[in-house]
């Protein structure tokens, strides 16, 4: 019985992609997950410390409005810029995407301006207390992947200027940045209402 073999030409299927894909899609899906377990238990800590207090913040003001009220509005709006970014790489626009980056990391960088003012009007110290702990942790956590994000897009922004921003691959790349950040602002929004809007409900 003589053995077949069959060969197939795939010398014509595109060397990078978007969405699922790509490994470096479910990668980015993975480090999500379990970022968004890390924002739960914090939350969840802070619920709990919460209930072991009858005034809530206690002994102290909830932290000032104004510059987290900001950072929400600036987030929400970055994603008109970000389904841009996400929109011009996956049509493989050069030009546009190195535009689009641009874009997004002056986004960035507001967005780390805004976050520093916002620290120093949340009325508690790190070590002030259980509670001033918990804030500090939480802003924290989410200032942490904001500087992720934005260091990721400064990389990708010196890459679209350069011989490798022609990389197809490189497109991939922008997209999954867009996941990202589009995780950063949805993580973001109830860790607003938890850390602001709670406290003065509660």
Wanted: glycine share 8%; aromatic share 14%; proline share 5%.
């Amino acid at each position: 019985m003589s053995e077949r073999h069959f060969v197939r030409d795939v010398s014509d299927l595109p060397t990078h992609g978007h969405g699922p894909s790509t490994l470096t899609w479910w990668g980015t899906m993975g480090f999500m997950l379990i970022e968004g377990f890390a924002f739960v238990l914090a939350g969840f800590t802070y619920l709990y410390i919460m209930m072991q207090f009858r005034h809530w913040p206690p002994g102290m003001p909830p932290p000032d409005l104004t510059w987290g009220t900001l950072m929400t509005a600036a987030l929400l709006l970055s994603l008109i810029p970000n389904v841009w970014a996400k929109r011009v790489a996956e049509a493989s626009d050069l030009r546009g995407t190195r535009r689009a980056v641009l874009a997004m990391l002056a986004v960035g960088l507001v967005t780390l301006g805004i976050r520093w003012f916002e620290f120093t009007v949340l009325n508690a110290l790190w070590d002030s207390n259980a509670y001033g702990s918990i804030l500090w942790t939480i802003l924290g956590l989410h200032t942490v992947h904001l500087l992720t994000d934005v260091g990721d897009t400064a990389v990708l922004a010196v890459l679209m200027f350069t011989r490798h921003g022609k990389d197809p691959r490189r497109m991939g790349d922008v997209t999954d940045n867009a996941l990202y950040w589009n995780f950063v602002v949805g993580a973001w929004v109830p860790i607003y209402a938890l850390l602001y809007l709670v406290p003065r409900f509660a």
